[in-house]
């Protein structure tokens, strides 16, 4: 071998040996974490009370909702945070309002679905909780999401 | 008059021109603030100089041919230190464009003029080409620390201010050189080769010069002359590698040595493992390194054994400063678009960790709401401070956790939003390999 090659031989090494350590390092995984699948269902953390309970509701209603609408589940909860920002996601996204109600049915669904996959609830009361559901109306409900969002519960 | 002197003086005419395209980035942020005009206008600050200084460089050659070096040198120091003080006292945006054009054609003027005078000076054609090539390579290394520190210390105007009586210094002694015409041979063809690669290595360059300081100034929240401290690194590190590396045993393997560094670098930068000034030294070595020996060993292959001089300086001075411009222009949308991107996701990651926090949702609410204002009421051209939404949760429970898990994403957000320039710089640095390779095999 020439001693010319040498020289760009030992070039490469020396990047490789420090490409290596940062990427050994970590540095292909410093970036922020990926979001989860909204259509994964989520396995409810301990509660301890009425309001526990509801923001697992919450949370797997967003979900729901995000998972039926094809939508990041965190650009919908930052949406419900105000009525002039639901109606630039429903615009930005090409969703009608008759979407985003069959959205939110569907999302509520996936939260008692949650529910008795968590084991907080039987199967009995999943069933009556999905019919009592889909018995309100769902303005009522984007309201009160909206008004607990707004006010804390 | 002294002959060491005179060398310095033009080793700093050239320093002191091709450290102006690189400058001002450091200053930028001051700039855009001062005028209120768009992040896309203010980079035409760099971007003009470098456009102006590429377009000229070869015309004010051969203007040096004709009319003598020393008068072309000259008359480019007095327009270069006229257009340094109109840029320093810029009453508004326009103005200081208007200057940084007139500098970069003074600037032409001086820096290939130089090179003619160089050879009187020093006798010998690869002497002279050393020297000016080692003062434009430290000047443009140098450029980004040298001018974060007056934007820091006094203000973004210093830095145009203090050119003027650098300039002058150097006029002094040109004024008293003579000659400098060469006798009117038929000027040889450019290197092609030579000078793409030089292109290529000036765009990979771009982002090791203008985007480490935007990451630490920018991303990570250094002060000017923090960041200014930091990136002297590279400089020294070229220094270091001119004055005691044993040189390769030929200008390809040298040229070819320092291109695999320069993209080893930036590539190492694409992969950082955290946020912290010290991860970006070892790469910052590597192309400090890397850009003493391409730059230099390019440099001599493109002017080796053609004549006049001059001409093939201005040939090497505009495939660099072209260089410099193909980078800013792919990779300035590169960089705007991860960096939204990157927003999006910490905005998400940030979003997901208080709905997940072990808070009341009346909590929740309210602590979106403050991060909300804190991130909307940041500067652009720094990172948001979050520290300030938590100060009502106090610093026990759940709170102080919180807080730096979400610091710790947009920390990942804003450092990951530069990976892709470095590696698009990085693929620059190893295409630059590609007409070196031509040119060997074509030998």
């Given at each position: 071998m020439s001693r010319g090659w040498a020289w760009p031989i030992v070039a490469v090494v020396i990047s490789v040996v420090l490409i290596g350590w940062y990427v050994a390092a970590g540095g292909r995984d410093y970036k922020p974490s990926a979001d989860p699948n909204p259509c994964v269902p989520r396995q409810w953390a301990v509660t301890h009370g009425m309001s526990d309970i509801l923001q697992q509701v919450t949370l797997s209603a967003l979900n729901g909702a995000a998972c039926d609408l094809h939508v990041n589940q965190y650009d919908l909860a930052l949406a419900f945070t105000s009525q002039d920002r639901l109606s630039q996601f429903g615009r930005d996204h090409h969703i009608s309002q008759d979407r985003l109600d069959s959205a939110v049915q569907s999302g509520i669904n996936t939260a008692i679905s949650d529910a008795q996959h968590s084991g907080r609830i039987n199967e009995l009361e999943a069933f009556g909780l999905q019919a009592l559901v889909s018995a309100l109306p769902t303005d009522k409900i984007i309201g009160y999401v909206q008004d607990a969002l707004r006010n804390g519960l | 008059m002294d002959r060491r002197t005179e060398i310095v003086a033009l080793g700093l005419a050239v320093g002191l021109v091709l450290a102006d395209s690189s400058v001002v980035i450091l200053a930028l942020p001051d700039i855009l603030d001062q005028f209120s005009v768009s992040i896309e206008r203010v980079a035409w600050v760099l971007t003009l100089f470098n456009l102006v200084l590429a377009i000229s460089a070869v015309p004010a050659a051969f203007a040096a041919r004709r009319l003598g070096a020393a008068r072309v040198c000259s008359f480019g120091l007095i327009v270069f230190a006229a257009a340094s003080l109109a840029c320093a006292v810029a009453p508004h945006f326009d103005w200081l464009l208007a200057g940084r054009a007139v500098q970069a054609v003074g600037g032409a003027c001086a820096v290939c003029a130089a090179l003619e005078l160089l050879v009187g000076r020093l006798g010998s054609d690869a002497q002279a080409a050393l020297v000016w090539t080692a003062a434009g390579a430290i000047g443009a290394a140098a450029g980004p620390a040298i001018g974060g520190a007056l934007t820091d210390l006094i203000s973004w105007r210093a830095i145009f201010a203090v050119q003027v009586p650098l300039a002058l210094f150097a006029l002094f002694y040109v004024l008293r050189e003579k000659g400098g015409v060469r006798s009117m041979v038929k000027p040889h063809r450019p290197s092609i080769a030579a000078n793409l690669a030089l292109a290529l290595l000036s765009a990979a360059l771009t982002a090791a010069l203008f985007l480490v300081v935007l990451l630490l100034?920018?991303?990570?929240?250094?002060t000017p002359l923090g960041a200014a401290v930091v990136v002297t690194a590279m400089p020294v590190t070229a220094a270091i590698t001119y004055r005691f590396l044993p040189t390769p045993p030929s200008p390809r393997a040298e040229a070819a040595t320092g291109l695999i560094l320069v993209a080893g670098g930036l590539a190492a930068l694409a992969v950082?493992?955290?946020?912290?000034?010290?991860?970006?030294l070892p790469p910052q070595a590597l192309i400090g390194a890397g850009l003493a020996m391409a730059l230099g060993a390019l440099t001599r292959l493109a002017l080796?054994?053609?004549?006049p001089l001059a001409v093939h300086g201005g040939w090497t001075i505009a495939a660099r400063h072209a260089g410099v411009v193909v980078g800013l222009v792919v990779l300035t949308p590169v960089f705007t678009h991860d960096l939204l991107v990157q927003e999006r996701a910490a905005e998400h990651a940030g979003t997901r960790l208080v709905l997940n926090a072990p808070l009341s949702l009346s909590h929740k609410i309210d602590l979106g709401s403050r991060l909300q204002d804190a991130i909307n009421s940041g500067s652009p051209s720094r990172p948001p401070d979050i520290h300030p939404a938590f100060a009502p949760l106090g610093t026990t429970g759940a709170a102080p956790k919180l807080e730096a898990a979400i610091q710790d994403q947009v920390d990942r957000a804003v450092t990951h939003a530069f990976s892709r320039s470095f590696l698009y710089a990085s693929l620059f640095a190893l295409a630059a390999l590609i007409p070196l390779a031509l040119r060997r095999s074509r030998s």
């Open positions: - | 100034i920018n991303g990570w929240g250094l950082l493992p955290g946020k912290g000034w010290g991860w970006t080796m054994g053609r004549v």
